[in-house]
């Protein structure tokens, strides 16, 4: 019971820390305005946690972790290249509804990893283009999509749902499946009917 | 001939600003910085332009005030809803292409402009946002374009061609022709077959 107390306030401490990043950037937050946020001293946060860089740390390697689990998942299912693109970009369109300011903080704000980490960070990227960008590659192989350049196809369909993060939010008139099918409508079939 | 020399040298200290900008943030460039870059001494560069202010408003509104123009005459053809929109999309590649950099401040240092110029910036996005999405909207009522909402639309195509700026250079194996056509297929058609 102690126990999950404690891990509790440490998801609050994760929480609200990616909240505060992503409005004031990792920089221009301190560990005593996170401390006021979650209503601790600066003091017992260190019960939970380390450091500002471990925080850090642990919202950029969460996002990426889920998506290279995610990526291995779908890559050993039977399913066209068609459908396993699609579940890649429900994964990003999802992760950014549900766990936006992470996520935008693994966007924007893993430049200030420390430097063994942000190299592991900026490996594990790259690791999930690459195996993104292979899916792509067979599926033009198999006559299954167009026959564009590959990294053109990967950057235009990892920027194109990165508003979302941004935009969304409940009120903006439509659900969050209504979001996602039109974005998959855009980005399988195109804008021209 | 003095004064296409001092335009000359206007225009250089404003390229140079937006490489700055784009490299270094508009808050952590100095003024001494853009003299180094320029090989001119801060004090002789206030014979150019008269603040690092003013240097940030007019590389934002010559971005927006582009965007604005060129929408202003693609409305006016008699093209279809899917060339004005291949048209906007190709504006927004080229004008990355050939000036990133000013391109990158518009889109991210924006914030930084003073009170009353950021709300005429933000107002002129707005409305060049606005015109946008009513071709969207047009082209869609006229059966040319998937019934997708229509801000989806515009802010999935506004952010699929945004790494452009980031990534595109001479050396990445395709022309800029080429990537343009790519993200066209894409954005119009989509990656499936």
């Known amino acids: 019971m102690a126990k ?13 820390a990616a ?25 017992s946060m260190y019960n939970h946690i380390n450091s500002k860089d471990e925080i850090l ?25 068609v459908d396993k693109i699609k579940a890649l970009i429900h994964l990003h369109i999802r992760l950014m509804i549900e766990d936006g300011a992470a996520v935008s903080v693994a966007n924007n704000d893993w430049k200030y990893l420390t430097a063994d980490k942000l190299e592991a960070f900026k490996q594990a990227r790259k690791n999930y283009e690459k195996g993104f960008a292979a899916l792509i590659e067979q599926g033009i192989a198999a006559g299954e999509l167009q026959p564009v350049n590959t990294s053109v196809a990967l950057f235009t369909i990892l920027s194109a749902v990165r508003w979302v993060e941004l935009w969304y939010r409940p009120g903006r008139g439509i659900t969050a499946e209504e979001l996602e099918e039109n974005i998959m409508t855009l980005l399988l079939n195109g804008l021209a009917k």
Chains 1, 2 share one sequence.
């Open 4 to 16: 999950k107390v404690k891990n509790n306030k440490r998801q609050l401490i994760l929480d609200e």
């Open 19 to 43: 909240k505060l990043f992503k409005a004031k950037g990792f920089g221009g937050t301190s560990m005593r305005d996170l401390g006021a946020q979650v209503g601790m001293e600066a003091a």
């Open 57 to 81: 740390e642990i919202i950029c390697f969460h996002v990426s972790d889920t998506y290279i689990s995610q990526l291995a998942q779908i890559e050993q299912t039977q399913a066209s290249y």
